[in-house]
């Protein structure tokens, strides 16, 4: 069965400190990622997606993330956060060749940024 | 565009009450999620609709959940008799799917927080 994991549950930074929020998931088919963000008191939105091509993807608000099939590893990543960034930050995969979206959600980072 | 509606946004009940839940998708989307979140997890899908049919629900409690979705618009997700396990958000999502594929965006809901006491 698929999981995904998020090593990090709590990460607290100081605005323009570097993002990166490990994102890693078990399964050995081909699938499809998804960072979704929920900021506090708001709903859960997608922030960035894979599905194929340059493994180097770029979100809304200066997030990217990057796919390394050989690590499993869909890592988010932003230069510089901002106060704004406060939220939580989830990872998803589904089976690609499953012919619909099941998406596996990990149970999320809640990031932290103090002015 | 509007979004994803649901309702209520909070409930509180009792243990062995019955509670139902709404939701409205977003004008057009044919895909129909249903999930619960836990504290402190991710969401996980309890059901999934393509237009009215389900087509996907290997993850709802059969014994005491149940949901539709009428005329392939709206969903009713209900729970009775609710348990103390049950208090959690349950979220409601939408998608515009494409036959055999699987990378449908999915716009989600504000939830409904349910508090069984």
């Known amino acids: 069965a698929q999981s995904v994991s998020q090593h990090n549950h709590h990460v607290i930074l100081s605005e323009a400190a570097s993002l990166e929020l490990g994102c890693n998931y078990s399964?050995?088919?081909?699938?499809?990622l998804f960072w979704y963000v929920q900021y506090p008191g708001q709903h859960l939105q997608l922030l960035l997606k894979?599905?194929?091509?340059?493994?180097l993807v770029k979100g809304i608000k200066g997030f990217e993330a990057e796919f390394i099939k050989s690590k499993f590893s869909f890592n988010l990543r932003k230069p510089s956060v901002q106060w704004s960034d406060t939220a939580e930050y989830f990872c998803?995969?589904?089976?690609?060749?499953?012919?619909?979206?099941?998406?596996?959600f990990g149970a999320g980072t809640r990031l932290a940024v103090h002015p | 565009e509007a979004g994803v509606v649901q309702s209520p946004r909070y409930k509180i009940i009792e243990k062995k009450q019955p509670v139902a839940f709404w939701c409205n998708p977003i004008?057009?989307?044919?895909?129909l999620y249903w999930y619960r979140q836990n504290l402190g997890q991710g969401p996980e899908l309890l059901i999934r609709?393509?237009?009215?049919?389900?087509?996907?629900d290997s993850q709802l409690p059969k014994d005491r959940f149940s949901a539709e979705r009428l005329k392939g618009v709206d969903s009713t997700l209900k729970i009775q008799p609710a348990e103390l396990g049950d208090s959690a958000v349950y979220l409601c999502?939408?998608?515009?799917?494409?036959?055999?594929?699987?990378?449908?965006?999915?716009?989600f809901g504000p939830g409904t927080r349910l508090t069984v006491l």
């Open positions: 004008s057009g989307h044919n895909t």
């Open positions: 894979y599905f194929s091509g340059d493994p």
């Open positions: 998803a995969v589904n089976n690609a060749s499953g012919g619909y979206n099941k998406l596996i």
């Open positions: 399964y050995g088919g081909t699938v499809n």
């Open positions: 609709y393509e237009n009215e049919e389900a087509v996907d």
């Open positions: 999502a939408s998608s515009l799917k494409y036959s055999g594929m699987s990378t449908d965006t999915q716009y």
